[in-house]
């Protein structure tokens, strides 16, 4: 992910090609206004009022996240669904988009949907990026957390090119995540249902 447009209004010498930048209002944005503002870069996010927009992407991302994708799909329940790169509602001035989501089939609508609701995402995952890692280690955890959402991945590189995934489940009295542990050539977890996924399988992607 890539840089943040806060509440202060973008500078002239910022502005590149004679565009026009959205000027933030002054209590920052909130969830209406990323789904109606125009011209917005694909996959911006609102965290905390703010428009954070995508940088390029690692190799090293896009695999790790088809590969979990697909490990995913190849277990899921026929009432859940693997989604990818969807806009989740958190609260009023937090919408993110995780790598990955499971969401319920309840709540996945016909192909014009462009966001879910907190309460009917079962996982976020999240691949870290080198210009987003405090986003995604801290920042994103935190409010996945406090709005209720029961489990999280953390996906890192290693220093072989492979995932390690860290899995965490919610403690519901404290709205906070507690790690379930480190997962390194193989994740197999039986939250939020039975996973088994060969992480070493990136080197033949």
């Not at 860290?166 to 403690?171: P, S």
Request: charged share 25%; glycine share 6%.
């Amino acid at each position: 992910m890539g840089g943040t447009m806060t509440a202060e209004a973008l500078p002239e010498a910022a502005r590149r090609d004679d565009s026009i930048w959205p000027v933030p209002p002054p209590d920052g944005y909130i969830a209406d206004d990323l789904f109606t503002l125009d011209d917005l870069p694909p996959h911006t996010e609102l965290i905390d009022g703010s428009l954070v927009f995508v940088s390029p992407q690692r190799k090293f991302h896009t695999l790790a996240m088809y590969l979990l994708e697909q490990g995913l799909r190849s277990h899921v329940p026929t009432d859940l669904r693997v989604r990818r790169e969807m806009a989740v509602v958190l609260g009023k001035r937090n919408v993110p988009e995780p790598d990955l989501v499971v969401v319920t089939a309840e709540a996945d609508g016909d192909q014009h949907q462009t966001r879910y609701q907190a309460a009917d995402i079962l996982l976020a995952v999240e691949v870290v990026s080198p210009d987003s890692e405090a986003r995604d280690r801290d920042t994103k955890p935190h409010k996945y957390a406090g709005a209720g959402i029961p489990n999280f991945w953390l996906v890192e590189m290693n220093k072989n090119g492979r995932p390690v995934v860290w899995t965490y489940q919610l403690d519901p009295v404290n709205k906070k995540y507690v790690s379930t542990g480190v997962h390194h050539d193989r994740l197999k977890v039986s939250a939020p249902y039975d996973v088994d996924i060969d992480l070493t399988a990136i080197d033949e992607l």
